[in-house]
């Protein structure tokens, strides 16, 4: 085949996939220590930290995206991304569900929301990816969104080795990720439909190829830097250091 | 004094120094590691690769704020960073003299231009800085340069020790740093005079500092990832390997 040649619709999802086989963050060294168990409570706390920039973000980059659809019927679709992280009503939706995660975990609500505790190289990532998704085609930022092809099977794996092995979690301080396997699978077979009836050329699906490739990075930066520094134990300067940013008597009321 | 009291302008650069005094990268350890002479070839061969997007991404930045600049006279001033870096004609300049460095060490000059090879956290970081100076105020987008108080000493001190402990470089492959100094000079003595002139308030004041400390950031997070990545050993996925993107009889003829 040409390199010039499109794939068909079945070869795009493949080389889709193959890219999820190759650069999911499922392969990176901190998940599968965060699933089997060895991980410290601090690091769990590291984890859940960092993360709450990225979950925080997600109905930004999805109001982005959005923000760039001409079809209504496109725009229903993508609405249901933030309602599930924002919710109907105070109290609901993914990112308070992150927020109890946290809390359950020790931390004082309002400095994880503040995010003056993560790693500048979440930050940076986080950040990578919402310009991404403003400043490169509408199809490259639907793109994006295909790690969610992949995030059924780590979330499973994260759930069930994270209850079997930490004593500070539960079901319902995990309860994040009950909801999300289902929204994942909905949210994805619409974007892998939606790329390959929209990517055509050879060119649109390496761009398409690419973004995905774009997007199994934000999330490999992200391990890597806690690795660094909560495993390996080299704390930039001005990130969360354990003790920090926990819960007072009064903060906890 | 009160948190909302203005600082003094000697204040607020002797506050801007401390920023550097313990943030800045020369208190990482590859920077330690590489000027002591304890780096392999392969590791100052990825520090130069990944380098050479920061510096080519400098004069970027330093149009976008020059685009934001109102005075004919800052302007003045600010063009002739964008001058250092891309020269007045073809092979010269501080990234041709970046480059001058990269194939030395037996890159590829296309595969370093292409930034293929560069681990995803610098491309985070490098962009993050550029899009720190569209997004934020002109005044934090001067103060974010004033990392350059602080290099003339780290330079100084990695040609001497790159000079005493790598057969493999000499003063004509370092000579990007020995136009450095003196441009930084110039250069962080304009930047540090604006913000103390329009520093006023104690609100403004602040946001000059975490410019500061934003930038220290990025300059961190690069060696952090080179750290992981090729003396910790996790090389990332899709990120230059030893061996690769190296001249061939063809590319260096």
Redo the contacts between chains.
């Keep these: 085949m040409s390199a010039r040649e499109p794939m068909s619709p079945q070869e795009l999802e493949a080389a889709l996939r193959h890219v999820g086989a ?2 999911y963050h499922n ?1 990176h ?1 901190f998940h599968k220590r965060l699933h089997s168990g060895q991980c410290t409570f601090e690091q769990v706390q590291a984890w859940a930290l960092n993360r709450y920039y990225y979950q925080a973000m997600i109905p930004v980059k999805d109001a982005t995206v959005l923000s760039r659809m001409n079809s209504s019927a496109d725009r229903r679709e993508w609405r249901k991304r933030i309602e599930d992280h924002d919710g109907t009503r105070e109290g609901e939706g993914g990112i308070e569900r992150w927020l109890k995660l946290t809390e359950s975990l020790g931390f004082d609500r309002d400095y994880v929301i503040s995010t003056r505790g993560i790693l ?2 979440t ?3 986080v ?2 990816y919402v ?1 991404f998704c403003a400043q490169k085609s509408l199809l490259e930022a639907v793109a994006s969104s295909l790690t969610e092809l992949f995030s059924p099977g780590i979330i499973n794996e994260r759930v069930s080795g994270m209850l079997a092995h930490y004593d500070f979690v539960s079901r319902e301080t995990l309860a994040y990720f009950t909801a999300r396997p289902a929204q994942a699978q909905r949210d994805s077979d619409f974007a892998l439909a939606y790329v390959k009836q929209h990517a055509k050329s050879r060119v649109e699906q390496d761009a398409v190829i690419g973004a995905l ?1 774009f997007k ?3 999330l ?2 992200q391990l ?2 806690l ?2 520094a909560y495993v ?1 134990g ?1 704390i ?3 990130a969360w250091r354990p003790g920090e940013g926990l819960q007072t008597r009064e903060s906890a009321a």
Excluded: H, I, K, M
Aim: hydrophobic fraction near 50%; charged fraction near 20%.
């Design positions: 190759t650069r392969l060294p500048a190289a930050r940076f990532a950040e990578a310009n490739e199994t990075d934000v490999w930066v890597d830097a690795w660094g390996a080299a930039p300067p001005g």
